[in-house]
T-cell receptor, first 113, second 110 residues
């Protein structure tokens, strides 16, 4: 059974650029949630994808968008990067859209300069 | 007021002691509750899930839930230096939204 994997592990981008982060969900999981974690804070919920549809969104602007593919892998896209977007981006997969245990990937450390 | 609040810590206990971590939440419709452990520079790792009032034990860990008081706790018995980490409380609603607290940093001193 493969776990949740994210790519890349580290990334440096310039303010105003766009970035795409990728996540492969754990085998048998159809739900992927994305989080942003700033230093010293808990993960902040960005959105969740369930069977290729967005299923819940946190307080993030529209320049944060996502996709889920038929194999349940997912992408997080961030446009017009700002310095405050620098954070650890976490992806978690689970077996359903609510109330089930979620397992995290190793994260992508994004630095915006 | 934050939706999920945890003792900011840091919490320091001697090896072999019981560590008690607390969490309160504001959304009464919350349905499921989780504790994660996060080592510095790593991603969160699921330790416990609890869905109904009462206690749930798994090895050295016990989660306690009181929905009337909107309170969740995690007890770690026989604390070990390897338990030193940040512990995150997470609360889910049926809408699929997960809300995390900012975590409590635990240090277990040998």
């Amino acid at each position: 059974e493969t776990g949740v994997t994210q790519s890349p592990t580290h990334l440096i981008k310039t303010r105003g650029q766009q970035v795409t982060l990728r996540c492969s969900s754990q085998s048998g999981h159809n739900t992927v949630s994305w989080y942003q974690q700033a230093l010293g804070q808990g993960p902040q919920f960005i959105f969740q994808y369930y069977r290729e549809e967005e299923n819940g969104r946190g307080n993030f602007p529209p320049r944060f968008s996502g996709l889920q593919f038929p194999n349940y892998s997912s992408e997080l896209n961030v446009n017009a990067l700002e310095l405050d977007d620098s954070a650890l981006y976490l992806c978690a997969s689970s077996t359903s859209s609510a109330n089930t245990e979620a397992f995290f990937g190793q994260g992508t450390r994004l630095t915006v300069v | 007021q934050k939706e999920v609040e945890q003792n900011s810590g840091p919490l320091s206990v001697p090896e072999g002691a019981i560590a008690s971590l607390n969490c309160t939440y504001s959304d009464r419709v919350s349905q499921s509750f989780f504790w994660y452990r996060q080592y510095s520079g790593k991603s969160p790792e699921l330790i416990m899930s609890i869905y109904s009032n009462g206690d749930k034990e798994d090895g050295r860990f016990t989660a306690q839930l009181n929905k009337a008081s909107q309170y969740v706790s995690l007890l770690i018995r026989d604390s070990q230096p390897s338990d030193s980490a940040t512990y995150l409380c997470a609360v889910n609603t049926n809408a699929g939204k997960s809300t995390f607290g900012d975590g409590t940093t635990l240090t277990v001193k040998p």
